[in-house]
């Protein structure tokens, strides 16, 4: 609970809003033990006191009736009724939604045609139905409130639990053998309880408001029983003559209903764990660059676009995750770079940092260089960076299904991609679109142009992505494990058809994978990544025939080898190290059968000669031995 409040805290308004509302509840508690006057004695003689009169701190109404008793009683209930309406709708509701969503087919069309309804229907006019059909008074508004909003909590929960109900867990539970009703109660209901208390955090300030217009109405609360909405309708005569009768109800409405809303939001933001790391907020068009020490420029580089000390954090609450510690890599016109590493390493941080696509927040670049032909392209200005983005960088991502619009033509997309850098008819960016998927081998392009995503294969989506990454003849093309999902057979269609285009175009490729079989086939060159830091690198070849790190011997270890007898498949123990928590010295120590206690002490700075360089105190085999 304590974390909770903490990120409420966070949200100044939420904040506000939680003390206002328990200023109000408070109150609202311990009005029974004011010494207030009897909110139902009538003195026409008292009628229409001004606000601080003798005896009267906020007046009196048109019948000498006491305004602050009436209100404080009239606040108790109109909370009373709005909180239990709520409970109630969220109960029933949530039991609907589980049930339609859960069971499905015909059970969940009977169901949510049924809700679809009542939702035909406008709230207030149906609530007007229900109470006329059951008559006036405080609890026909209440059920009448609590039904109208039933649908709101039924479609949200059913469209949460139809996710749920076919998850691998519940497979298992079923599996398992246990019932229906076990299966909602312990494997559904914990899921949606949280969606629950979200729907009714920002919809009680609306029961109360419904509640109140029922009254105001005369529907709802009868006399001499007062609650902030028959107050509202009581003073309604003598709005123009006497407004402060009006106003005191009117303004702890407003009060009531705006601190519930804003402290639902909130709570949204406090129970969604997407929204507690900032994985939901808006991001900035670019990463956000904070360094203290801004690199001099410079003119020459080794190599078309080259790194130099890069570090990226992720600014998550108090916690500062180093993705990226001073990585300092380069690659030339017509070269393939592999960055290898374990998931969670850095590689495609490190590549996204080079775009200023790093999501911020919490992504913060705090130091380095991003040098395209000797220009740095972090902290550049916005409209320069986007016209470097896809003309003289390309990315290729992970998942093609994700990063293609499944509601747009790959054809359109195409075309959508070469016209952000340079006017193209309609016609001219067709005819370039089709010349861009037959130069990755897609048969039957005039057609298959007008295909949606979801009509294509996996290997087929992932030549439309090349396509697009070469849609403006870049000069760098960073490739994210663009051969991931994909088979062996697409694999290595893929990475033939890569290396041919880069053998065509001159291009430069960064390509990041965790797989030692593509970068011996693909790569010129390889970096090992380990816990956001380059621990080795070298000609590909060198590193595979003799790796010097512990932690690259240990990943060739784990590739399994056709063909070559049999021999133990290696596993490296322990866990990657937490990148807000790194220990001193080699981050790979704790997991490393070489390590000494030097390892574990002071900085270790990434030493060689050449081209091949090794961060270790210890290697498996020296520099000096492999050039010998």
């Not at 009542?118 to 508004?141: D, E, H, R, S, T």
């Not at 290997?459 to 093309?477: H, T, W």
């Not at 070849?541 to 512990?550: F, Q, Y």
Request: overall charge neutral.
């Amino acid at each position: 609970m304590s974390a909770f409040f903490k990120l409420l805290a966070r949200n100044r308004m939420a904040l506000g809003g939680l003390v206002v509302m328990g200023l109000v509840v408070v109150l609202a508690l311990i009005t029974p033990l004011l010494p207030l006057i009897d909110p139902d004695v009538t003195n026409t003689a008292d009628r229409f006191q001004p606000p601080f009169s003798p005896g009267h701190l906020l007046g009196t109404d048109q019948l000498g009736r006491d305004l602050l008793s009436r209100l404080l009683w009239g606040t108790r209930l109109s909370l009373a009724v709005g909180f239990a309406a709520a409970l109630f709708a969220a109960v029933a509701g949530a039991a609907v939604g589980i049930i339609a969503g859960f069971y499905g087919g015909r059970t969940d069309n009977v169901i949510m045609r049924g809700v679809d309804m009542l939702m035909a229907f406008p709230y207030i006019l149906l609530a007007l139905a229900i109470v006329a059909a059951l008559g006036p008074g405080l609890v026909n508004a209440l059920i009448a409130v609590s039904v109208v909003n039933i649908p709101f909590f039924a479609r949200n929960i059913r469209g949460i639990t139809v996710g749920l109900a076919h998850k691998e867990f519940v497979d298992a539970a079923k599996l398992a053998g246990m019932s229906n009703a076990r299966i909602i109660l312990s494997e559904i209901l914990p899921n949606v309880i949280p969606v629950i208390v979200i729907a009714m955090s920002t919809t009680i300030g609306w029961m109360i408001l419904e509640t109140a217009g029922l009254s105001f109405l005369g529907l709802g609360s009868q006399p001499p029983q007062a609650d902030l909405g028959s107050m509202l309708g009581e003073a309604r005569s003598a709005l123009i003559t006497n407004p402060y009768t009006s106003v005191i109800p009117g303004i702890m409405i407003l009060i009531i209903v705006m601190s519930i809303n804003l402290l639902g939001d909130g709570v949204r933001d406090a129970l969604d764990p997407r929204l507690k790391s900032g994985a939901l907020s808006r991001p900035m068009a670019a990463t956000r660059v904070d360094r203290k020490d801004k690199p001099a420029a410079r003119t020459q580089t080794d190599g078309l676009l080259s790194l130099e000390n890069l570090h990226t954090q992720f600014h998550v609450k108090n916690r500062v995750y180093k993705a990226v510690s001073g990585v300092s890599l380069s690659v030339k016109p017509g070269e393939c770079l592999g960055v290898i590493g374990e998931s969670g390493s850095g590689k495609s941080v490190t590549a996204l940092s080079i775009m200023g696509l790093v999501a911020s927040p919490p992504g913060v670049i705090t130091g380095g260089a991003a040098r395209l032909e000797g220009r740095d392209m972090i902290g550049a200005p916005y409209p320069e960076l986007r016209s470097l983005r896809g003309r003289r960088v390309a990315y290729i991502f992970q998942d093609p299904l994700a990063t293609l619009h499944p509601l747009y033509k790959v054809g359109d997309q195409l075309i959508e991609a070469i016209s952000c850098h340079c006017a193209i008819s309609k016609s001219d960016g067709r005819a370039k679109a089709i010349d861009l998927l037959r130069s990755v081998r897609i048969p039957n392009a005039e057609e298959r142009i007008d295909s949606y995503p979801h009509e294509m294969s996996g290997g087929m989506r992932q030549r439309v992505g090349i396509a697009m990454a070469l849609a403006n003849d870049p000069d760098v093309i960073i490739a994210d494990e663009p051969t991931t999902a994909l088979d062996v057979t697409v694999q290595a269609q893929i990475l033939s058809l890569l290396n041919d285009l880069r053998r065509e175009r001159g291009l430069a490729i960064i390509f990041i994978t965790h797989d030692f079989g593509v970068v011996a086939q693909l790569c010129d060159r390889v970096a090992v990544m380990y816990a956001g830091r380059i621990v080795e690198t070298g000609p590909t070849m060198a590193v595979l025939d003799a790796p010097a790190h512990p932690y690259t011997a240990r990943l060739i270890a784990c590739v399994p080898e056709l063909g070559a007898g049999k021999r133990k498949l290696e596993a490296i123990p322990g866990l990657p190290p937490s990148v807000d928590d790194l220990p001193m010295g080699c981050a790979f120590a704790p997991r490393c059968l070489r390590a000494q206690e030097a390892c574990r002490q002071g900085e270790i700075a990434l030493a060689g000669e050449d081209a091949r360089a090794v961060r270790c105190l210890f290697p498996e085999t020296t520099l000096a031995e492999e050039t010998a």
